[in-house]
């Protein structure tokens, strides 16, 4: 099993809420899977999630979106 870098506890599948502070507005999303250390809550996304997470951010930034609060799944739909 993985163990965490930081604290050595183990790491499991789980999900994480990424905020994001845009300077002109924040986008929460939610319900992102991840794994996530079971002892210190340190969270990892991979590649792929993370490269999906980063256009959901790049979106809400050209809304120009003041609070946007997104649920994962619905997000990458
Ligand atoms: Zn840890």
């Known amino acids: 099993m993985k163990k965490c870098p930081l604290c050595q ?14 300077g002109e507005g924040i986008v929460v999303v939610r319900d992102i899977p991840a794994q996530v250390c079971s002892q210190c809550g340190e969270e990892w996304l991979d590649d792929s999630t993370a490269a999906k997470l980063e256009n959901i951010v790049e979106s809400a930034r050209k809304k120009h979106v003041t609070v946007e609060v997104a649920r994962w799944s619905e997000a990458v739909a």
């Open 9 to 22: 506890g183990f790491v499991v599948d789980g999900s994480a809420t990424f905020t994001v502070d845009l």
